[in-house]
């Protein structure tokens, strides 16, 4: 349904979107006519950021993003106001030294101040100079401001040029594309060479400076990097052995297994001192029974046996004490030495008294024994200090690997990474000498500006449709945002969606400044001082006329939610429209707040001063407070009017008491009441009423008071006869 609103009132404003379209197609032919005729040449060139042709020192991988950053690094420099300056001077040494200039100038560019403030002499001069040394003039010297304004006169400037030039890529390729648009052809073919001639001469005297800026910064940094290296390996070096750099956990693992060793032999050493200390024990003892007179028997061989091997293991402590080593040999050696002794000192002769003795062993020589247990003691003892001395002396160098091994890490680490700093440097350092020695751009001019045979089409047409076509759509746009942000109750279908009314019928706009509405009601289509429209207006009274009189009843209340809503002419109208049925009416205005109605009509304002009780009541008495209207069966009675309400103002016995009494000289009487919105009147008369109407402006807009009224309209049920949708635009009526 909204669409085929929109629709309906894009037809309904038809000729406002159709002569907008003609006025902007008109407007874009005119404003086309004046269009030089320009001629288009196109270059073409070849970056190789995608593409490598050429051989290179290192090889280097094809990145499409670097290469797109590439491409639009190219494309801004191309049109950077230093190279386009180039082409500017270029192009100015062209017509001023060329007897065939591109632009020739007009009687009045000949007589501006920029032409005559101009000296040949001097631009050529600033310009080959510019040229030379690749600058921009400069717009605070007067000399070669002069020269700019004469650039900005023949449209040799920035703005000039860049307007008629176009720098793109071509997509998904290799090339860029430059094409200029001027007037004349040679001038579009030298601009498009001579902007490639003059970007490559500005790119490569930035990319040359840049690179020997880049090889001077690389050696020095490669140089500093370097003694930095030489330092960290000199004091690496003073860590090394005749078998390289200390290996420290080899040593530190070497001296832990010496320490093991010595460990062991510590206990050995002690297990021995003990027994040596028991067999002192047992030595004392015999010595003391040889003195009691006891005998000592013995074996001359078991003597022996044991004073040779406490020499052998004597031999081989010394010897292990002198080389330091500790071999498992020399140590399985001297414990089984040692178990030999146990066995050899357990067959030592005892002191018995009924012993058959094989030798009898004397006092002196038991205590010779004792004195060489004793030197074997301390030699023990000795052993087990050196052996400790030794064992405290390897785990105490065990912290100082420790940190020898800290400070190699950490000397090796810096080693590494300042071999890995000046191995990248250097390499960077290589790259720029290559980019010095082979250049890196591989820009070629694959196709050359040629001048073009005839000029671009003007594109008139194009450009006529196009703004016609924005134009019809903007205007069609503009149509329905207005409709569909308009509040207002504009047609039958908005009031049928905002209003929750019965709609009886609609009544269009009538012109009643210029016309009555009796003229307008009497109006045929052979008229010819009334416009044919108007008769629609005559035909929707006729069919609000038609609800009135099917309702069967006869005493109407006209009512508004609001003021100004078209009561009172509304009223006028059904009045005349009945009349002209043959029907009498009677009109009352009781608009106290607002008596229009009663000076409209010309009527006399008795309502308010009538009081006739019903026993004195007669129709000839009131017949003589009604006004006879020009028409005939039309009768008014007006009111006075004024800031009351009809209980505060109307008598016990007024004239509302007698309507039922009335139907029988009169076939409707119609009253106008106030609005409800700010006033009760309509309230307070809706009892004296058969039947109320409510009367709705199409300009009007629902507001929340406007809701609360319409819910005192629902209240009348039956007794409410329905909406009339007044003041309706002929554009809107059908919608």
């Not at 019965?502 to 009497?522: G, M």
């Not at 002419?569 to 009945?578: C, I």
């Not at 309209?713 to 007044?726: C, I, P, R, T």
Request: aromatic share 8%; charged share 25%.
């Amino acid at each position: 349904m909204d669409i085929i609103y929109f629709i309906k009132a894009l037809l309904k404003k038809k000729w406002w979107i159709i002569g907008g379209t003609f006025l902007a197609i008109a407007a874009a032919f005119f404003f086309t006519m004046g269009r030089p005729r320009l001629y288009s040449s196109t270059a073409q060139i070849s970056t190789g950021f995608t593409i490598k042709d050429q051989i290179t020192l290192r090889d280097e991988g094809n990145n499409i993003f670097e290469a797109d950053v590439k491409f639009e690094n190219a494309m801004q420099t191309m049109t950077s106001p230093l190279v386009i300056s180039l082409l500017s001077y270029q192009l100015l040494l062209h017509d001023l030294t060329s007897p065939k200039p591109f632009v020739v100038l007009t009687e009045q560019d000949l007589k501006s101040k920029e032409y005559l403030a101009f000296n040949r002499d001097a631009a050529i001069r600033i310009c080959r100079q510019k040229m030379d040394s690749l600058q921009m003039l400069s717009s605070y010297d007067p000399e070669e401001r002069k020269v700019q304004e004469y650039m900005k006169l023949c449209k040799f400037d920035y703005e000039g040029i860049r307007k008629m030039l176009n720098v793109n890529r071509v997509t998904r390729t290799d090339y860029i594309d430059i094409a200029y648009r001027s007037e004349n052809p040679e001038q579009s073919a030298f601009v498009v060479n001579t902007l490639y001639n003059e970007f490559i001469r500005y790119y490569r005297s930035l990319r040359s400076e840049r690179t020997v800026e880049n090889v001077e910064t690389f050696a020095e940094l490669v140089n500093q990097k370097k003694t930095e290296l030489d330092a960290k390996v000199e004091a690496l070096r003073m860590y090394k052995t005749s078998e390289g750099v200390l290996n420290i956990e080899a040593a530190s693992g070497s001296e832990l297994g010496l320490i093991s060793q010595l460990e062991k032999a510590l206990l050995d050493e002690r297990a021995s001192l003990n027994i040596m200390n028991s067999t002192l024990s047992t030595l004392n003892t015999q010595i003391a029974n040889a003195g009691s007179g006891k005998v000592t028997y013995g074996s001359a061989n078991a003597n022996a046996s044991v004073v040779s091997l406490r020499k052998e293991i004597n031999r081989l402590n010394d010897e292990k004490l002198r080389s330091g080593t500790t071999g498992d040999e020399l140590d399985e050696k001297i414990k089984l030495l040692r178990k030999q002794l146990q066995q050899a000192e357990s067959a030592l002769p005892t002191t018995s008294s009924t012993g058959a003795p094989s030798s009898i062993i004397t006092k002196e020589e038991l205590i010779q024994r004792k004195q060489t247990m004793e030197a074997d003691i301390n030699a023990s003892g000795k052993n087990i200090i050196v052996l400790e001395q030794k064992i405290r002396s390897l785990k105490g160098s065990l912290g100082s690997y420790a940190n020898k091994e800290a400070t190699v890490g950490t000397l090796q680490q810096e080693v590494q990474l300042a071999q890995d700093e000046y191995n990248r440097l250097k390499e960077k350092m290589n790259s720029a000498i290559d980019n010095r020695t082979v250049p890196t751009d591989n820009f070629r001019q694959t196709l050359k500006g040629q001048p073009a045979f005839k000029p671009e089409s003007s594109k008139r047409a194009i450009i006529m449709g196009m703004t016609g076509m924005a134009v019809f759509f903007l205007t069609s746009l503009g149509i329905i945002f207005k409709e569909l942000f308009d509040t207002s109750i504009k047609s039958p279908s908005n009031f049928l969606k905002s209003v929750d009314l019965k709609l009886i019928a609609t009544v269009n706009h009538a012109d009643l400044h210029k016309y009555s509405i009796l003229e307008v009601l009497q109006a045929n289509e052979d008229s010819k001082d009334i416009r044919k429209r108007q008769n629609s207006f005559r035909e929707l009274l006729r069919k609000l006329r038609f609800e009135m009189e099917k309702s069967g009843k006869s005493i109407f209340l006209f009512t508004s939610t609001e003021s100004q809503q078209g009561k009172t002419t509304l009223v006028q109208a059904v009045a005349y429209s009945l009349s002209l049925s043959n029907k009498k009416v009677l009109v009352i205005d009781t608009n106290f707040c607002n008596n229009d109605l009663t000076v409209a009509l010309s009527a006399k304002p008795t309502l308010e001063t009538f009081s006739m009780s019903r026993e004195e009541y007669s129709y000839d008495k009131v017949e003589a407070l009604i006004t006879t209207y020009a028409i005939e069966n039309i009768g008014v009675i007006g009111c006075k009017g004024g800031d009351y309400t009809p209980t505060e103002i109307l008598p016990a016995n007024h004239l509302l008491n007698y309507l039922h009494e009335l139907k029988e000289h009169y076939d409707f009487i119609l009253m106008e009441g106030a609005p409800l919105n700010d006033y009760t009147d309509s309230k307070e008369l809706e009892k004296y009423a058969e039947s109320v109407v409510a009367v709705f402006n199409s300009n009007a807009t629902l507001k929340q008071i406007d809701k609360d009224s319409i819910e005192f309209l629902h209240s009348l049920n039956d007794k409410f006869l329905g909406a009339v949708l007044n003041n309706i635009s002929d554009d809107y009526l059908e919608l």
